[in-house]
């Protein structure tokens, strides 16, 4: 377990004191894993692993300095991608959990409960269902998609940033695939943070911004189930009003590197500034994240391939081009309250010192 250590509270802007990681300083990889098979997808962003089965490493001697290893790995690439994994939905929850509290998340952050999970669900309120199905009967971004907006590009997102606290990592298995296509895109935001020049990034580090997932209110009523007002993980997570304020620019902790945190599915705001100048930068901070396919990688999912994301630090976007039946199963944990320390460092910066 990684020691706590009070954080210098000089150097930081936003968190919250119920919230803060266990780690003040990031982890180091120990080279557990180098005994796996693993190839690089894309200089910046993706990793996939040959014969790694994530219920063998649960029951593994090594467990913890396995687990705690490839959050190391995770949160520096961003996104790894395990193939044919034989795991059953009460292991990958007790994975997530060995794998938040590895990386440190605060004592009170478990695993995430989605306000639209049904209540008394087969799979237990932390697994979210995610179905094809209930995407049509929903509307969700399929009915977005359509009608709203012709660009897929709408969906780019990460999870649940309208929770005061969000989540470190998600762990996502798709068992029923259709015959081709439900592809998924992921994207750097520290590497978007290294596309911006330092006076700009200097600015964004000053402000905050407002996510807000007001919709969910229409979605749980087209779906018919009630919102899920009770804790949602962590005692900070609750109630009706799905909104935060976070940094626009955070530290990951596991790795120390900054990354830009606004996002498409949830930022509604930049705060401090008009309305108009909030627009102008969401815009382009949105085009740098969606026009920069060096900074992304697209996974083409086989049967119960699952991939585990940092939620902190990537993006993430569904492909709706298919008219089969495609489900998998999602667990998704909660870390720290989100803070930029500015004394951290970009991931560029970081890399070149090592080299
Ligand atoms: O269906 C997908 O590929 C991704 C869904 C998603 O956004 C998630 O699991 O968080
Ligand atoms: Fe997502």
């Known amino acids: 377990m990684p020691t706590v250590i009070e954080q210098d509270r000089t150097t930081l802007r936003g968190g919250h004191p119920e919230a803060r990681p266990r780690i003040s300083r990031p982890l180091e ?11 690089d997808l894309t200089p910046v962003i993706g990793r996939e692993y040959q014969g790694l089965q994530v219920a063998e490493i649960l029951h593994s001697a090594e467990r913890d300095q396995l687990i705690q290893d490839l959050a190391v790995t ?25 794998l938040t509290q590895l990386a440190g998340c605060p004592e009170s952050s478990g695993l995430h409960v989605h306000p639209l999970t049904e209540e008394g669900s087969e799979l237990g309120d932390q697994i979210s269902v995610i179905s094809s199905e ?15 907006s012709r660009l897929a590009s709408a ?8 929770e005061r606290v969000p989540s470190d990592y998600a762990m996502l298995k798709i068992h029923t695939l259709p015959q081709t296509g439900g592809d ?12 911006l020049s330092p006076e700009m990034a200097s600015f964004l580090e000053g402000l905050t911004a407002t996510h807000d997932a007001s919709f969910f209110h229409e979605e749980a009523r087209r779906l018919g189930n009630p919102l899920r007002r009770s804790l949602r993980g962590s005692p900070l997570n609750h109630g009706e009003d799905l909104k935060a304020v976070h940094p626009v620019i955070r530290t990951n902790p596991v790795t120390g590197w900054k990354s830009v945190y606004v996002n498409k599915g949830f930022t509604k705001r930049i705060n401090g500034v008009t309305k108009d100048e909030s627009d102008v930068l969401l815009q382009y901070l949105f085009n740098l994240l969606t026009q920069n396919h060096d900074a992304q990688i697209r996974f083409k999912w086989r049967k119960n391939d699952m991939a585990i ?13 298919y008219a089969g039946t495609r489900t998998g199963d999602r667990v998704c944990s909660l870390g720290e309250a989100p803070y930029l320390d500015i004394q951290s460092q970009s991931r560029r910066q970081a890399l070149s010192e090592t080299q």
């Open 134 to 148: 209930k995407q049509k009967k929903g509307g969700g971004l399929t009915h977005q998609l359509n009608d709203v």
């Open 184 to 195: 998924t895109l992921w994207a750097s935001g520290y590497e978007i943070y290294d596309r």
């Open 29 to 39: 990889y120990t080279g557990s894993l180098d005994t796996y098979q693993c190839q």
């Open 155 to 162: 969906g780019w997102h990460t999870d649940i940033s309208f």
């Open 74 to 98: 995770i949160s520096t690439r961003g996104v790894v991608f395990l193939r044919d994994q034989n795991v059953t939905p009460q292991q990958m929850r007790d994975f997530a959990e060995r």
């Open 309 to 321: 994301w940092d939620n902190r630090s990537t993006w993430h976007c569904a492909t709706y081009d």
